[in-house]
C-alpha cells in the first residue's frame, strides 16, 4: 500500500516543487544521489574506483519535453564519456530513453541515442539503456533490437525487471542476440496483468532469470541488494563452474555499502550506479518505495523542519 502511494507519489509535480526546496529532503537525497552536478559525481566514481568498484553515471532527468532538451541531455552525455576517458575512471553510463527525448517523438530518441553510442564506442565505453514502465517495455526493446544493437553489438545493454511476467522469454531472447542484460526486479507501480503482485513471485522469478542468465547469458549484471539472491547467485555459480569474471553484481549509489565492500573483498566484481543531477525527485521517491523505513526518517525531518519554521514565524 505505501509503495504503491510512494510511487504514485512520484509522478506529483506540486510534492516535487516542495521537496526539491527542502533542505532536509536534499540532505537526505544525498545519500542516493551523488550530487547535482558532474563533479560531484566524478568525485563519487573516483572514490568507488578506489574501493575496487565500477560505476555506471546516469545523468537523471526523466521527462524531457522537447527537441532542446532532449539534445542537451545527449550532449550532457557526450561530456560525462568524455571524463570519464580523460580521466582514466573505470564507468560507463546508463541512460533512460525518455530521457533522449522517446515521449516527444521516437526518431528524436533514436537519432540522440545513436550519436551518443557512436560516441561511446570512441570512448571504448557502454550504455546502459535503463528499463522504465512497462509501458515502454516493448518499444524499448523493438528500438534495441532494430536501431541500436545491430551496429553496436559491444557497447549497448538492457535491463530486464523480474516483476514482470515475461522476463524469462526476453530473457532467452536477448541470449539469442548475445545482448548484454541488467537483471533487475523492477522499480515501478505496474499492474497486475503485466507484473507478479506478490514479492516472493518477484523474487522468485529473479532467481530463475538469473539462473538462465549466468549459464547462457553474456556478461550479466546481477543487480539487486537482495543477500539471499545474491547467496543463491553464488553458490549457483560455484556449482556451474561460472567464472566470478563472467558476471557482475550492481548494486545502487548509498545502497547496502557494507555489503558492496565485501563482495569486492570475496574477489567479486561489483559496479555501482551512480545518479546525479538536479532531477532527482522521482529517483528519490522509487528508493523511498523500496524502503519504508526511509519514509518514516525522511517524513520526521520534514515535519520537524516545518513546525520549527513555524514556530520561528511566530
Ligand atoms: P528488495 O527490494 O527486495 O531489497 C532487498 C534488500 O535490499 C532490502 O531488504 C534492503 O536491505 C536493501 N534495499 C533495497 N532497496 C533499498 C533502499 N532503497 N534503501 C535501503 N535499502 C534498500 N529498476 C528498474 O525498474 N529499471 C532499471 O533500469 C533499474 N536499474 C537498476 C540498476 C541497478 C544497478 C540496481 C541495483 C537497481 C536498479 N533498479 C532498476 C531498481 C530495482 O528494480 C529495485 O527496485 C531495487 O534494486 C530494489 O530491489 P532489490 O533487488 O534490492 O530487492
Sequence with gaps: MLRRTLLYLSGQQRLEGFLRRNRLARGFASRFVAGETLEEALAAVRRLNADGITASLDLLGESVRNEAEARTMGRAYHEMLQRIRSERLDANVSVKLTALGLDVSEELSVAVMQELLDYARKCNSFVRIDMES???????????????????????????????????????????????????????????????????????????????????GNYPGIATHDERIIEETKRFAREHDVDPGRYEFQMLYGVRRDLQQSLVADGYRMRVYVPFGTQWYPYLMRRLAERPANVAFITGNVLRELVGARRRRR
Excluded: I
Excluded at 517495455?137 to 534495441?144: A, I, K, M, V
Excluded at 544493437?149 to 549497448?156: L, M, Q, S
Excluded at 511476467?165 to 507501480?189: F, I, P, S
Design 134 to 216: 512497462s509501458a515502454y517495455t516493448q518499444r524499448t526493446l523493438d528500438l534495441f533490437e532494430h536501431r541500436f544493437f545491430p551496429n553496436h553489438r559491444e557497447n549497448v545493454g538492457v535491463v530486464f525487471q523480474s516483476y514482470l511476467y515475461r522476463t524469462l522469454e526476453d530473457v532467452a531472447w536477448a541470449n539469442a542476440l548475445r545482448a548484454r542484460v541488467r537483471l533487475c526486479k523492477g522499480a515501478y507501480m505496474e499492474p497486475p496483468s503485466v507484473a507478479y503482485p506478490d514479492k516472493k513471485d518477484v523474487d522468485e522469478n529473479y532467481l530463475r532469470a538469473m539462473r538462465v542468465l549466468l549459464l547462457e
